[in-house]
């Protein structure tokens, strides 16, 4: 089955950047709209964005517009979440994920076990 692992997570402070990384094992990237999503501490899982099958189309939610952008290599089987400008408002645990029913990003019928990402003030 299709396997999905986060990487790149950290501490940093407000303002600086990371860059996320989700490697697909047991499937074909080019097969699935990819997406990433966060746990924000005591709060409910989030959408932050996604991006098509065809890597042309993306979406990103509201708080994270303009600072977060994804994109994937389907060569190597990798989708990327590059975050700038991070806010304290950022600290959550992302998840990557992969639908492989929709050309867009819409149930996830995978999911990574997640990376922490922590940005102090």
């Known amino acids: 089955q299709v396997q999905l692992v986060e990487a790149g997570g950290g501490m940093v402070q407000t303002g600086g950047s990371l860059r996320l990384s989700c490697t697909m094992s047991?499937?074909?990237?080019?097969?699935?709209?990819m997406g990433w999503f966060r746990r924000l501490p005591g709060k409910d899982r989030e959408d932050v964005c996604s991006i098509d099958w065809d890597g042309i189309s993306t979406y990103y939610a509201d708080p994270v517009k303009g600072r977060f952008e994804i994109s994937r290599d389907n060569d190597r089987n990798i989708v990327y979440l590059q975050m700038s400008s991070l806010k304290p408002e950022d600290t959550a645990i992302y998840y990557c994920a992969a639908d492989q029913y929709e050309t867009r990003m819409t149930v996830p019928t995978a999911w990574g076990q997640g990376t922490s990402v922590t940005v102090s003030s």
């Open positions: 047991g499937g074909a990237l080019r097969r699935y709209a």
